[in-house]
């Protein structure tokens, strides 16, 4: 009975209202203030009529877009309340599902493992949470995932037209937040290979690019400009005016490999918690991506200091699978990536879009994430080893999930079946996870 309902074509645009619907919701019982003081920044704009210089504020080293959208929503908001300007996050998540869900159907043929891939957009935590806060980060996963959208475009009809709406894109995300630094080279590369293939001189590829590169910057430059005049470079991370020594997190090769997967489940968040987990990154991501593990996150507290955090541990255990599935689904892209740069020039026009298409998706995932990484390794404080610091490039992930799901279908009967009620089991733990907590909230 629950499998028939995935299976229907029908079911992906219910679960889109759904997700919708979940979203609203939360916006009643959910804080508006997430990790960082964004409304800090919000405020200082709105009194003192322009842009914060980098060292003001805390926040100030981001891009001002999210900000300056804010204004009309501040109005008749305060710094202590922030849920009308918390609308402006809400109203972008739920454009963000959308787009997603059009995804979806453009790319995901097989209906029962789009629908239940799918739940992944719908429910994932750190997805859900930091796209409701008042942070750039619900604007962030926005444009990403509207870059994604035009990428199909483009792949689908190359023209300087559809060039230029990514260069716009590309510039909106500089402007607001410096992980889209990750995204340009890899739309350059795939614009400039699209052009190749389709024997454009090279000449007019270079002319082209560099016209790309001059929308971009002129749009979404803003930022680093001003670091680069006032602090002498470029690029300027909070940690850099306001160190946190206290979150020092490296202790040794096993950072790299470890993966204490009971020992999370017995402390599945920072507070009381297991202070030895803080020190291995593999922990960080997952903890972070699936679940609420720093509980400086929001106010949902009773997943924090009561026994029903352990909702968490379940989320832990259940998620292997799917994790296992993502990975999967990432090594079937690699190597299609690997097929595809050997076999180039021999691929038929739909075969080359197709492989463009996927290896893209492997590129813009695999350099936001290495620019996570690079973060955290120069800066070693476990905060910066957050799932949620590379979500701009969700639909990679989302991808993943639904081939290495697809897989599986070709090759195992049983493991299929695993993919699929492991999925749908995590749907109903979050289910119950924010219902129980906004009840809690209701009562208090």
């Known amino acids: 009975m629950l499998i028939s309902f995935f299976e229907r074509e029908r079911a992906l645009t219910f679960l889109l209202w759904f997700g919708i619907a979940l979203r609203v919701f939360l916006y009643f019982f959910i804080s508006a203030y997430g990790a960082d003081a964004h409304g800090e920044v919000i405020q200082f704009i709105a009194t003192q009529h322009r842009l914060p210089l980098t060292r003001e504020i805390f926040c100030a080293m981001h891009p001002p877009l999210y900000y300056l959208l804010a204004q009309p929503f501040f109005a008749f908001d305060t710094l202590s309340s922030l849920k009308v300007t918390q609308l402006l996050s809400v109203i972008l998540s739920c454009l ?19 629908n239940v891939s799918f739940l992944l957009a719908i429910f994932l935590h750190a997805y859900i949470t930091f796209s409701l806060y008042v942070t750039n980060d619900s604007l962030a996963f926005t444009v990403g995932t509207w870059c994604f959208w035009l990428l199909s475009r483009f792949f689908q009809t190359p023209s300087p037209k559809t060039e230029r709406w990514l260069a716009l894109a590309l510039g909106i995300g500089l402007l607001t937040k410096g992980t889209f630094l990750a995204f340009v080279p890899v739309v350059f590369w795939a614009i400039a290979l699209t052009l190749w293939h389709f024997k454009i001189k090279w000449q007019k590829i270079v002319l082209r690019l560099m016209i790309l590169g001059f929308i971009t910057g002129i749009i979404g430059g803003y930022k680093f400009a001003e670091n680069w005049y006032y602090e002498g470079k470029p690029v300027v991370h909070n940690m850099d005016i306001f160190p946190l020594s206290d979150q020092k997190m490296y202790t040794g090769p096993k950072s790299y490999y470890g993966f204490h997967l009971v020992r999370l489940m017995k402390s599945p968040v920072i507070y009381h918690g297991d202070e030895k987990l803080l020190h291995v990154y593999p922990i960080l991501f997952y903890s972070t991506f699936w679940y609420k593990f720093a509980d400086l996150e929001n ?5 924090v200091k009561t026994r029903f955090r352990y909702i968490g541990s379940l989320i832990y255990l259940v998620a292997i699978f799917p994790t296992l599935i993502i990975l999967l689904g990432l090594g ?7 097929h595809f740069l050997t076999k180039i020039s021999s691929l038929t026009a ?5 492989n463009n298409e996927k290896s893209t998706w492997l590129g813009l995932l695999l350099v936001s994430v290495a620019l996570v990484l690079t973060a955290g390794f120069r800066y070693d404080a476990w905060s910066c080893f957050q799932g949620r610091l590379f979500l701009q490039s969700f639909f990679s992930i989302l991808a993943m999930f639904y081939l ?9 009967a049983f493991l299929y079946k695993i993919g699929l009620f492991s999925m749908i089991g995590l749907a109903f733990l979050y289910s119950i996870y924010f219902g129980i907590e906004s009840l809690f909230k209701f009562i208090a």
Do not use: C, M, P
């Open 96 to 114: 963000n599902l959308y787009v997603l869900y059009l995804l979806a159907k453009h790319y995901f043929s097989h209906v029962l493992t789009r």
């Open 299 to 303: 106010d949902f507290n009773l997943g």
């Open 332 to 338: 079937l892209l690699i190597r299609q990536t690997v």
């Open 350 to 354: 739909t075969e080359f879009r197709e």
């Open 404 to 412: 290495g799901l697809s897989y599986l279908q070709t090759r195992s």
